[in-house]
């Protein structure tokens, strides 16, 4: 057997895990980052096959484990989950805004036109729009921002703002094992 | 139940708290026997010194695996089998702590409390990773309308813990429920702004809110408490003496707290809780002669000339100090031809000589005639209070009386100008007499019966000699400054056998045992001791300053007073001080350093034996 058929057959073993971020900072995928060395273990056993600070995959590819950061705000957000949840055995919430709506959704307590009107103008030249979304290009934004289970099923949350680095390698490990991980207690952050 | 009761109640009952056997008194609840026991049951709206009310369900228990009810409303009975710990009653806690989350708007990440938030420390231990309830959004307004107390009811669980704060500790009952039904909500008064209400600001609903929901602006964001050390002094803003909890966090003050286990029952009043934070004035770290910095020996040196070589010298101190700070002082001045005005030390030294007279006239002991502890007033069956303005000068000694006259006991207030307790009173005496001729006239009636007065109009006068049939405690306020009524509330006291409560303006009653003399009025130079003093007491000390030629202001900081003083020395500021102070009841009350100063001197004392080495 040659080397190369080797690392195919491993590959074919590991979890697949595809990370998107939603209406996110992306402060959870810099998180994932911080698990430093341990990212190195952790690929052994699974394969990361999309994620936007890792892989360079701008879909939702098919995979065991999908996983999401940010509330869903927008239109496009939508869309993402809900690939998330064809393409993936388990879906899994990453961080507070994804589990319990996070600090993304103080825009709720404001009209959203009035809100894009005070972001935008005046801010720039006179050629450039408030991006409404109302032409292709830029996706509308939602009424409200809601956290992911308003619009697909979940099955895992990790709540945290970000989670820590230590709880989301846990989990990832335990889920590449097939059991349900185990967030409870100090693994349990909603700051 | 009353506690006292609860303890003399020695019938045991034994019951079973998570298969384990525990003995409990009868009378006791669920939540205590537990307690006692050393078995945590999970609480939220339960707190020291306040009264149970079952609202937040975390402490539901199943009593006889056949009913569930909550620990810290129901009486432990003989034989009861109790489950704390079981997953379905951490599924009904989780409930309804999802239904808290999502009713309001609880977002940790930035909340002050983050780290010190009971309701967080719930969530982690009901495991709550999300959320099975539609959020809802209410759109919040944040009340900023108190300068010292923000209330923001997007973290409120309505727990009641500060309502209950305010109508059973503090007694007066600002806070309340409105809007019932689904839309319930913490309102002050008729609902209108925190600011506007008839809320007095001493934070004693801040200290007891789990949540974020109340908070001072002062103490937000400056640390966790839990990263805090912990250093107890004596307030000093006046005579009360309350216990002040300094939490400090990297050589800075986070947050003052009161004594939950203390008499008061955790209160402060606004001076002692924030306006000992918020003085934003400028420290005072380097002498200064003519508006030049100097080495602190060449402004002792200058100081030493001034009082040496001036014709009279007008001296102040603030009875803030400690009173050893105000011996060293006295020591000091007598090396000089110096006056001194201490605030507090006038009214002190007319109560000694009336107190004296009356010991002479009536054979009593002064001892006799005060009362023993000042939270004592309480269980009077009669309260007289002579100047309301105790509201403002002494707090926490008003929220006893205000406690007592929600309670049993009968208030009347006599006052010559605004009644500030006229809601709380029985009888509110407003003559435009003085209130001499009002002690005077109930002197008349309680010993020769009401036929001594005819006038219906001074029925109030008639009502208050009957109710001293009973235990009665007179309180004194600080703006009582005559002999007269001071002769006739002693006396009256002597004569019915009651006690009464002196809050005299001084804050620190040692004053009474420092000589102080009147002011000279044409003395050259004018010595302040002004500390951290502010309001009056500083309006006071600019006036001596205007007077003198050469002005020696020793003070924490930069002030009107200190910009026309000649040489600034610099002092200490409360939290830096170390000594005694004598409260109201006479007790000794240390002065603890909470942090090391941050200016060039150490003492205040030492900077003031050096000024007593005469210049040459």
Redesign the interface.
């Known amino acids: 057997m040659s080397a190369q058929t080797d690392a195919e057959a491993q590959d074919n073993d590991r979890t697949t895990v595809a990370t998107v971020c939603l209406g996110g900072c992306s402060g959870c995928h810099m998180e994932f980052l911080n698990i430093d060395h341990g990212l190195v273990d952790l690929v052994e056993d699974v394969d990361i096959v999309a994620s936007h600070m890792i892989v360079d995959e701008k879909g939702v590819p098919e995979a065991d484990i999908g996983i999401a950061e940010g509330v869903v705000t927008n239109e496009e957000n939508v869309e993402v989950a809900e690939a998330l949840r064809e393409h993936c055995d388990t879906v899994v919430?990453w961080g507070?805004c994804a589990?319990?709506?996070?600090?993304m959704?103080?825009r709720?307590?404001q009209d959203r036109d009035e809100m894009l009107e005070e972001t935008f103008m005046g801010e720039a030249d006179d050629e450039s729009e408030v991006p409404f979304g109302d032409d292709e290009g830029i996706p509308k934004l939602l009424e409200?921002a809601?956290?992911l289970?308003?619009y697909i099923d979940?099955d895992v949350?990790?709540?945290g703002?970000p989670p820590d680095a230590d709880v989301m390698k846990e989990s990832l490990e335990a889920l590449a094992r097939g059991e349900t991980p185990e967030?409870?207690?100090?693994k349990?952050q909603?700051? | 139940m009353s506690k006292a009761t609860q303890s003399e109640a020695e019938t045991g009952v034994t019951l079973e708290i998570d298969g384990r056997e525990v003995q409990a008194r009868d009378g006791q609840t669920i939540l205590e026997a537990a307690r006692e026991a050393g078995i945590d049951i999970p609480t939220l709206c339960e707190h020291a010194n306040l009264s149970n009310v079952g609202a937040c369900r975390m402490c539901l228990v199943e009593v006889d695996g056949e009913r569930n009810e909550t620990a810290c409303t129901t009486a432990v009975q003989d034989g009861m089998d109790i489950s704390v710990d079981t997953d379905e009653l951490w599924n009904h806690r989780r409930t309804m702590l999802e239904m808290m989350?999502a009713d309001q708007n609880?977002?940790?990440?930035?909340?002050e409390m983050?780290?010190d938030c009971e309701l967080?420390d719930m969530?982690?231990?009901a495991?709550?990773?999300?959320?099975r309830v539609?959020?809802e959004?209410p759109?919040i307004e944040p009340d900023t309308s108190n300068e010292y107390v923000t209330m923001d009811l997007d973290r409120c669980i309505g727990c009641g813990r500060c309502i209950r704060t305010c109508d059973e500790i503090v007694g007066n009952g600002t806070l309340n429920f409105g809007n019932r039904g689904r839309e319930t909500t913490i309102v002050a008064d008729d609902d209108v702004p925190l600011g506007e209400s008839s809320c007095i600001s001493c934070g004693s609903c801040v200290q007891a809110c789990p949540t974020g929901a109340l908070y001072s602006p002062l103490s937000a964001y400056k640390g966790r408490e839990r990263d805090c050390e912990v250093e107890t002094t004596t307030c000093s803003e006046c005579s009360v003496g309350c216990e002040l909890e300094v939490f400090t966090n990297s050589g800075r003050i986070v947050k003052i707290e009161g004594n939950e286990d203390g008499p008061a029952g955790g209160q402060l009043c606004e001076m002692g809780r924030f306006e000992l934070l918020a003085d934003g004035r400028e420290r005072i770290t380097e002498p200064r002669v003519d508006g030049e910095t100097v080495d602190l020996a060449d402004a002792i040196d200058r100081a030493r000339t001034a009082l040496t070589e001036a014709n009279g010298v007008n001296a102040f101190a603030s009875d803030r100090l400690p009173r050893e700070t105000l011996e060293a002082l006295s020591e000091t001045l007598s090396e000089y031809d110096a006056s001194v005005e201490i605030p507090g030390a006038e009214r002190a030294a007319l109560e000694s000589d009336v107190l004296a007279a009356l010991e002479a006239e009536l054979d009593v002991e002064t001892a006799d005639l005060l009362v023993d502890s000042l939270h004592d007033i309480e269980d009077s069956d009669t309260l007289v209070v002579y100047d309301t303005g105790i509201v403002e000068t002494h707090p926490v000694v008003a929220s006893y009386v205000r406690r007592a006259a929600n309670g049993e006991t009968t208030l009347v207030t006599i006052d010559d100008g605004t009644d500030r307790l006229e809601r709380f009173a029985d009888h509110s005496i407003e003559l435009d007499a003085p209130t001499a001729t009002v002690t005077e006239q109930v002197t008349d009636v309680f010993e020769a019966g009401t036929e001594a007065l005819a006038d219906a109009a001074i029925e109030d006068v008639v009502d208050v000699s009957l109710e001293l049939s009973g235990d009665a405690t007179f309180v004194l306020g600080p703006d009582v400054d005559d002999a007269e009524t001071m002769v006739d509330v002693f006396g009256l006291a002597a004569t019915s056998d009651n006690d009464v409560l002196s809050l005299g303006p001084g804050r620190n009653r040692a004053v009474a045992d420092v000589p102080t003399d009147d002011l000279e009025a044409d003395a050259e130079v004018a010595y302040l001791l002004a500390a951290d003093d502010r309001g009056e007491d500083l309006d006071r000390q600019i006036e001596l300053a205007r007077g003198a030629e050469t002005v020696i202001v020793q003070a924490t900081r930069e002030s009107a007073l200190t910009e026309i003083a000649d040489i600034v020395l610099p002092a200490l500021d409360w939290f830096e001080r170390e000594g005694t102070t004598v409260d109201a009841d006479d007790d000794q009350r240390a002065v603890e350093r909470v942090l090391d100063p941050r200016g060039e001197i150490d003492s205040d004392r030492e900077i003031i034996a050096e000024l007593q080495e005469v210049a040459a």
């Open positions: 919430a507070d589990a319990l709506r996070g600090i959704s103080l709720n307590y409200d809601r956290p289970d308003e979940v949350y990790v709540p703002c967030i409870e207690g100090d349990l909603y700051d | 989350f609880h977002y940790c990440m930035y909340c983050e780290g967080e969530f982690n231990r495991g709550l990773d999300s959320s539609p959020l959004y759109d």
